[in-house]
């Protein structure tokens, strides 16, 4: 049995999932519009209590999952979403121990899924140009880590940094032109890698596909994901009206090695068929 420490997050949900995340320190108290309640009551209890609020409302202390930290982090763009970022991992097959590289920080919101998903024993790089970027994305990891972790490093450039050292397994491309980056992210992957680019617009997807296929890459393909929930009680069962629709499109594919005189026909090929 593990309890709630000083310290620890704590996410506040209520049974229609309002939720607060909150981080606790001894002598303190948290206050919303259904009551108060005083971190000292919250620590030293089991994760699952049930807290009724003066109002007779229950709300329940869980531990936050990744998906619940991205939605209370501090940002200047927009975040990646759960439902993005579940199919990079799964169809960029990210797993403890690979090496990994993002380009493009943004504010950490994939960091946390990909540092969890590597493990201690992987390494992450995360390339991103604007050092304010980088910097908001590091005061995030440590504010919900706790600290930065060792298998991880910031790099403040782009990149073709000719400091990059590869070979790595998977390299992701969260960039506004891709494609600019698709020599370097050859050069970078071992064969058999998978690279994953995360794009909002479809003329984006056009253009890093042609460059991709140019520089080696096979087996791509492009999709988006689309999240619908349902209400489902003992009254209903339909549709919720809204729906967290298009974000961007994914696009993955292998990184392969072609006989010299097979790469060059498929390139004329492939540039008289655009």
């Known amino acids: 049995m593990t309890v709630f420490q000083p310290g620890e997050w704590v996410l506040l949900t209520t049974d229609k999932g309002k939720n607060w995340l909150v981080r606790l320190s001894p002598g303190e108290s948290f206050s919303c519009h259904l009551g108060s309640i005083s971190h000292d009551d919250i620590i030293g209890r089991e994760e699952g209590h049930c807290w009724v609020t003066p109002k007779g409302v229950n709300v329940f202390l869980f531990r936050p999952a990744m998906k619940d930290l991205l939605f209370h982090l501090r940002r200047k763009t927009q975040i990646i979403y759960p439902k993005d970022a579940a199919m990079i991992i ?32 992987g390494m992450l790089v995360s390339v991103e140009m604007r050092p304010e970027f980088a910097d908001l994305a590091m005061d995030n990891v440590r504010r919900f880590l706790g600290n930065l972790p060792a298998q991880w490093s910031v790099v403040i450039s782009d990149i073709e940094n000719p400091g990059l050292k590869g070979p790595f ?19 970078l992957l071992k064969p058999g890698g998978i690279i994953a680019t995360l794009s909002p617009q479809i003329t984006q997807v056009h253009a890093v596909v042609k460059e991709l296929k140019r520089r080696g890459f096979r087996f791509l393909q492009t999709f988006e994901v689309l999240k619908r929930d349902w209400y489902i009680d003992e009254r209903r069962t339909r549709p919720v009206d809204r729906m967290v629709a298009h974000t961007g499109f994914l696009t993955f594919g292998r990184k392969v090695i072609l006989p010299g005189a097979q790469a060059l026909q498929e390139d004329l090929e492939e540039e008289n068929s655009f």
Not at 93 to 112: F, K
Not at 173 to 178: N, Q, R, S, V
């Open 169 to 187: 397994d998977r390299i992701i491309l969260d960039l506004p032109e891709p494609w600019k980056a698709a020599s370097a992210a050859s050069e």
């Open 90 to 121: 799964c169809y960029g097959d990210i797993r403890p121990g690979l090496r990994v590289l993002e380009s493009g920080l943004g504010s950490g919101a994939l960091t946390l899924f990909l540092l969890s998903a590597i493990g201690p024993d």
